[in-house]
């Protein structure tokens, strides 16, 4: 079955950098749009990033020109580069591909605070 594993989360300050990974399984990956989300405490599930099979972008408008994702056919995983982060980006972060009515990740914690 689809399965989607993230990783790459954790405490970061201010200011720094983190990479977050999305490993697929169980489909065939190349040509489907995959997405990263994320979900603040209170807050609803919001689109960070797009990305389709021929590697069109779409960022969210929290995170234009600081967040970039991409994407390895080959090893079935998408990323993203998540710089200059602030408290705002605090938030469980999930990967989804669009595949039948979607398929989502377990998620992973990102946590920016000094």
């Known amino acids: 079955?689809?399965?989607l594993v993230e990783s790459g989360g954790g405490?970061?300050?201010p200011g720094g950098s983190l990479r977050l990974s999305c490993a697929a399984s169980g489909f065939r990956f190349r040509g489907y749009t995959m997405s990263w989300y994320r979900q603040a405490p209170g807050n609803e599930?919001?689109?960070v990033a797009i990305i389709?099979?021929?590697d069109s972008t779409y960022y969210g408008d929290?995170?234009?020109g600081r967040f970039t994702i991409s994407r390895d056919d080959a090893n079935k995983k998408i990323y993203l580069q998540m710089n200059n982060?602030?408290?705002d980006d605090t938030a469980v972060y999930y990967c989804k591909a669009s595949i039948g009515s979607g398929a989502w990740g377990q998620g992973t914690q990102v946590?920016?605070?000094s």
């Open 1 to 3: 079955q689809v399965q």
């Open 111 to 113: 946590t920016v605070s």
């Open 85 to 87: 982060l602030k408290s």
């Open 62 to 64: 929290s995170v234009k």
């Open 52 to 54: 389709d099979g021929i």
């Open 11 to 13: 405490l970061v300050q």
């Open 45 to 47: 599930r919001e689109l």
